[in-house]
């Protein structure tokens, strides 16, 4: 099908059958063109909270989607493409997880959003990269904390928080792939440049950055910032807004180690596509479904970190 066929029938789907679409930024250009909410996964998480819609089709990875269902059980929760998994969250499996927390039992677990339900389930309180460092904060600075499962992100939070949080082993794919020597050569050949960078990204490269922050206050400072050109690490799905929100402005991705790729992009978000997304609504498939058993235990720390944030 042409491709404004496909966006015609997607808004007429969307409108017959009372359906929001969420897209993550990580998405492609048209995806998130023809979504009625793109943002982070946070931002994502509130607005499932809130939405009147009887269907909600998540253009993001699985966790998204899970997080949704959690959110809202009464809502039938679409995603375009099943197997869009997330290696972070498969970096960490409830199994071991589960084992991992019963050995420290006198500490709270607190878990990314990057995760499947089974380990929000084992958690106290979840956050995502915006309001990680608000919500360790609130703990009290002694208090025993196991965080997972991103060892970037956790030792970022670490070393702006003046804790010593006990971190699950768990990486991005995608932030872990980023050339420090391409990021240099970039720096020299735009000497003038922010370096914008994910904490989810490793040490070196953090080191490098002028701004480290969400997917969302990365993109809320090269809005505000009165500089012309930015070195971006992180998924390079989110130029498309930031080059949509500052045209006059100049966004360079910073490339992983793969020599064949300019740019860094996740695999798994990826797999979905216009196509698929029209299929879902048409179908009404793929549906997401989180076992209510493990759906009232991981709605608690989702919630508390709503509250918290």
């Known amino acids: 099908m042409e491709k404004e066929k496909l966006i015609a029938e997607i808004k007429r789907l969307r409108e017959e059958k009372n359906a929001v679409i969420m897209a993550h930024y990580y998405q492609t250009g048209d995806i998130q063109d023809i979504a009625d909410y793109v943002g982070d996964s946070l931002a994502l998480a509130q607005w499932a909270a809130k ?76 956050v995502t990269s915006t309001n990680a460092k608000k919500i360790v904060d609130q703990f009290p600075k002694d208090a025993k904390l196991v965080f997972g499962p991103d060892r970037n992100l956790g030792n970022y939070i670490n070393s702006v928080t003046g804790r010593s949080m006990l971190l699950w082993d768990g990486a991005c794919h995608v932030h872990e792939q980023f050339s420090l020597e391409k990021l240099l050569k970039l720096k020299e050949t735009y000497p003038n440049a922010v370096v914008l960078a994910h904490p989810e990204c490793k040490k070196q490269v953090l080191m490098l950055a002028d701004v480290v922050g969400s997917t969302q206050a990365l993109l809320n400072y090269a809005t505000e910032s009165d500089k012309k050109e930015f070195l971006v690490a992180t998924e390079s799905g989110i130029l498309h807004e930031m080059q949509k929100r500052n045209p006059e402005k100049t966004f360079i991705p910073v490339p992983p180690d793969d020599n064949t790729c300019a740019c860094n992009e996740c695999n798994f978000m990826r797999l979905n596509t216009l196509e698929k997304l029209y299929l879902c609504l048409r179908d009404e498939q793929p549906e997401i479904t989180v076992d209510e058993d493990i759906r009232i235990k991981a709605i608690k720390p989702i919630q508390r970190m709503l509250e918290m944030s």
């Open 51 to 126: 939405t009147n819609a009887d269907i909600i089709v998540m253009c993001g990875v699985h966790f998204m989607g899970e997080t949704a269902k959690i959110l809202c059980p009464d809502r039938k929760v679409l995603v375009p493409d099943m197997a869009a998994g997330c290696s972070l969250a498969d970096s960490c499996p409830a199994d071991a997880f589960e084992q991992f927390v019963k050995s420290h039992p006198d500490h709270t677990v607190i878990s990314y959003v990057n995760t499947t339900a089974a380990v929000k389930a084992l958690t106290d309180v979840v």
